[in-house]
C-alpha cells in the first residue's frame, strides 16, 4: 500500500498553490445587476421544487415495483 500522510499532503500543497490560478476578476467579466441574479435564484428555485416532488415520486414508484410484481404474478 501507498503510504496516505505523503500523498495527502503533497495533493494540499498542489491544490493550496494552484488556486490563485482559477481566481479572475470578476468586475471585468460579470456586468449583470441585481435584477438578473434574483431571476436566476428564482428560476433554481422553481426548479428544485418541481425536482423534489419528482424524485420522491421516482423513489416511491422503485420501492413498490416489486410488490406490483408479485401481485401480478399471484
Known amino acids: 500500500m501507498f503510504p496516505m500522510k505523503p500523498i495527502l499532503s503533497t495533493l494540499l500543497v498542489t491544490t493550496a498553490l494552484a488556486t490563485p490560478v482559477f481566481a479572475i476578476d470578476s468586475t471585468t467579466t460579470y456586468h449583470s445587476g441585481l435584477f438578473v441574479l434574483s431571476f436566476v435564484g428564482f ?19 422503485t420501492k413498490d415495483a416489486p410488490e406490483g410484481l408479485s401481485r401480478k404474478q399471484a
Do not use: E, F, N, S
Open 43 to 61: 428560476c433554481t428555485l422553481v426548479v428544485i421544487a418541481q425536482l423534489i416532488p419528482a424524485v420522491l415520486m421516482l423513489l416511491g414508484m
